[in-house]
Structures are given as structure tokens and as C-alpha cells.
């Protein structure tokens, strides 16, 4: 019965064009990979800062695995919490000011863990309806009141913010005091949108977050390193102060081009994070390996502002081109740039085209995106060249051309 089930779900999802298919790749994380054994120009990587082959990086890769070996063997609090993680959150926690960080596996389980610990029945948590899934999960994970505001829509917020547990009941009630709420509350948005590239009213988000005694988190998988003059991400971007944000979660398989994450905080979040959140105390550790590999991109991040600067080049000249050609991107100046499609045949048909072009820029339906919104979700990498950018450019023009896109 169950395999009748799948098997109407799975032909389902292939009748609306919504079935994702898996190809090897045979080349590290660069600007040119081998892709279903040919050699594509790749735009679609989450390597913004072009780390993940990087010969320091690597390297101290191979001397964590010659000194610790390749697995940890243990969950942090058994035996997998080595010299080389503790040093990895000393160094993160100077860099970000916040008081302490913790290590986790991936940025899926921080954010689950995350959630599940700090949050509980009749507590209220408060998401941007555009958050990350791991942020979406971790809310149902939770067991709290949880409810999602339109995306980047303050009043949305605001509205929500004042029903559950005030003694007023009114959402035009302008202050909240904690006496007057039942449970606990937490504002979650991405700093980054990972699908549109977009920016978080971070400052904005504060502000409610305060006005109504709530605790902000913010995950900053998508402008770590990328954002900021030192690469601190969205709070250096915005100006904003440790305080300004209680919780500061991201992952290391973006900018830091590696794999694993970490939540900053106080030391009653980090700790009850330990103690309480599942997903860090059962799960086995990341190698000490990627730690030290991790250790350097934080070197690197920081003193190699230039790949920062040349991102912003190239995606300003990405978005030159495409508005010439007349294409429609969504709004950001992130190296998030998404080539808005909607229909989820076309999406793929504009993505087969550039494959046959040697580009190789997939494409996203839904459920990653919201359904009409297909689209190629084009990413830059410190790596790339102009040239390449101008490659892409004239694919581009050549699928115009074809009429692939309505124009």
C-alpha cells in the first residue's frame, strides 16, 4: 500500500514539472566544473567567495586529517569536540563580538536545534513567510504558537506581534510589556533570502523585536562573509551592534567553502543550546578536519576584502547586461541574482538551453520557491571572471533569441 502511495505522489510531482533529478559532479567547486561528464561554466554554486578549492584551505584540511583523521567519531558532548573546534568558536566569537558560539554539523540542524531548545509550547515565534526551510521545519519542530508574516512586511509583523497573550488584544497596541504576554517570543528571518537574494530589514526587525519584548534570530547563511567591510555579514552591513541581534546563526558551506555551521549568542543561549537542543547533543560532530579548514577562510574572509569587492563588480555587471537584454531579474544586489521565469516547463527549458551553451545554471521550482515563481537562481563566485560573466551574458542573449522567455 505504501509503494502506491509513493508511486502517485512521485508521478504526481513529475506531471507538474516539479521532479528533481541528481547529477555527479566530477571537478572540485569552481568556476569551471565537469558536469554530467562535460565541461560547463558553472553559475550555480553557494561558493560566493570562491574558498572551496582554495589551496590554504585545502591544505589545512590535509593537516587536521593527518593530525585528527577524517571522522570524529563521537558527538560533541561524548568525544568529537577536539582542540580544533574549540578554537574554531574562540576565533568566531572574537571576530563576531558575540559572547560565545557553538558548533553544528550543517546549517539545517543549528537551526532545528536551535528552535527546539530554546522555544516550547505556548511560546509564540514570528517568521518571514520567505525563510529558509530549515527555519520553517525548526518553527513545526518547536511546538510553539507558530505564525509567518508576509515577506519583508513590517506591518505584517507588527500585526502579529500584538494578539497572542496581551491583555489588550488589539494589533494597533503600540508597546507590549513581558508581564502582560504569555510565553516567551522569537523573530526569525534569513538575513539573505536564499532564493531571491533580497535583504532582511534587520534594523526595522530590531526595533519591533524590542517595542514588544521579543528575541531576535537572524540566520546569516548567505551574507556571512559576503556582507560587510570585514565580511561580518548583514549586522556590519547594517550598522548594527551584537545587541542589536540576540542570535546569529550561518553555515560554513557558503562563503566559507566548507561544510558545518554555527549559532552566536549569549552564554545562557549557547548553553542551553548544549544541554537542550537535540540535534547537537545526538549527532556526531563534523571532522576536526573541515574546523581547521574553517579556521583559515575566517583568516582568508578577513583579509582578502578584495574578493568582496570583486563580487560586487560582477554582479554589477551581470545586472548592466541583463537589463540590456531586457530580462527579468528579482531585486537584489546580492550574488543571489534569480532570473525570474514562472513557469516551471520554461524554467527548465532555459536551463537545458544554456546547458547546450556549456552554462550551467539549473533551474528552482517549487516547493523551493513559491509556485509561479520558477526561476534560474544565478550565484557568482569571487572566482569568476568578467569574461565569463560576458559568456553568460551572450548565452543568455542567444536563449532570447529563441524565444524561450516571453518577453
Wanted: hydrophobic share 40%.
Amino acid at each position: 500500500m505504501l509503494e502506491i502511495l509513493l508511486k502517485k505522489r512521485l508521478d504526481d510531482r513529475k506531471s507538474k514539472v516539479l521532479y528533481r533529478v541528481r547529477h555527479a559532479r566530477f571537478s572540485p567547486q569552481k568556476p569551471e566544473v565537469v558536469y554530467q561528464g562535460r565541461s560547463l561554466l558553472s553559475f550555480s554554486s553557494n561558493d560566493y567567495l570562491g574558498l572551496a578549492n582554495h589551496p590554504e584551505v585545502v591544505s589545512a584540511f590535509q593537516r587536521g586529517a593527518e593530525k585528527y583523521g577524517v571522522g570524529s567519531g563521537a558527538s560533541s558532548v561524548i568525544s568529537g569536540y577536539t582542540s580544533a573546534h574549540a578554537a574554531l568558536e574562540e576565533e568566531l566569537s572574537e571576530f563576531l563580538g558575540y559572547p560565545r558560539v557553538l558548533l553544528f554539523s550543517n546549517g539545517y540542524m543549528a537551526n532545528l536545534g536551535v528552535l527546539k531548545a530554546l522555544l516550547k509550547k505556548g511560546d509564540h515565534l514570528f517568521q518571514d513567510k520567505l525563510n529558509h526551510a530549515s527555519l520553517i521545519d525548526g518553527g513545526l519542530f518547536s511546538g510553539a504558537h507558530f505564525k509567518r508574516y508576509l515577506h519583508n512586511d513590517l506591518s505584517s509583523l507588527k500585526r502579529e506581534l500584538c494578539r497572542p497573550g496581551c491583555e489588550s488584544g488589539h494589533p494597533e497596541r503600540e508597546q507590549c510589556h513581558p508581564s502582560l504576554c504569555e510565553g516567551s517570543r522569537l523573530i526569525v528571518s534569513d538575513g539573505v533570502f536564499s532564493m531571491d537574494g533580497d535583504l532582511a530589514h534587520i534594523p526595522d526587525l530590531s526595533r519591533l523585536a524590542r517595542q514588544y519584548a521579543a528575541t531576535l534570530m537572524i540566520d546569516d547563511a548567505h551574507g556571512m562573509g559576503v556582507l560587510g567591510a570585514t565580511g561580518r555579514g548583514s549586522l556590519e552591513h547594517h550598522g548594527l551592534k551584537v545587541g542589536d541581534v540576540d542570535i546569529l546563526t550561518a553555515s560554513f558551506g557558503k562563503s566559507f567553502g566548507a561544510s558545518g555551521a554555527f549559532v552566536a549568542a549569549n552564554e545562557m543561549i549557547i548553553e542551553s543550546c548544549i544541554q537542550f537542543a537535540r540535534t547537537y547533543t545526538y549527532h556526531t560532530n563534523f571532522p576536526a578536519a573541515i574546523a581547521e579548514a574553517c579556521r583559515v577562510s575566517l583568516q582568508l574572509i578577513q583579509k582578502e576584502s578584495w574578493r568582496r569587492e570583486k563580487l560586487q563588480k560582477l554582479v554589477h555587471l551581470f545586472k548592466k547586461g541583463a537589463k540590456e537584454l531586457g530580462l527579468k531579474l528579482s531585486p537584489s544586489d546580492t550574488p543571489i541574482q534569480p532570473l525570474m521565469i514562472g513557469d516551471e516547463a520554461t524554467a527548465l527549458a532555459v536551463s537545458d538551453s544554456l546547458y547546450q551553451k556549456g552554462i550551467l545554471a539549473l533551474a528552482l521550482r517549487a516547493p523551493s520557491v513559491p509556485k509561479g515563481s520558477a526561476r534560474l537562481r544565478i550565484t557568482f563566485s569571487a572566482e569568476h571572471t568578467e569574461e565569463q560573466v560576458q559568456q553568460l551574458l551572450h548565452a543568455l542573449e542567444m536563449v532570447n533569441h529563441e524565444k524561450i522567455i516571453a518577453r
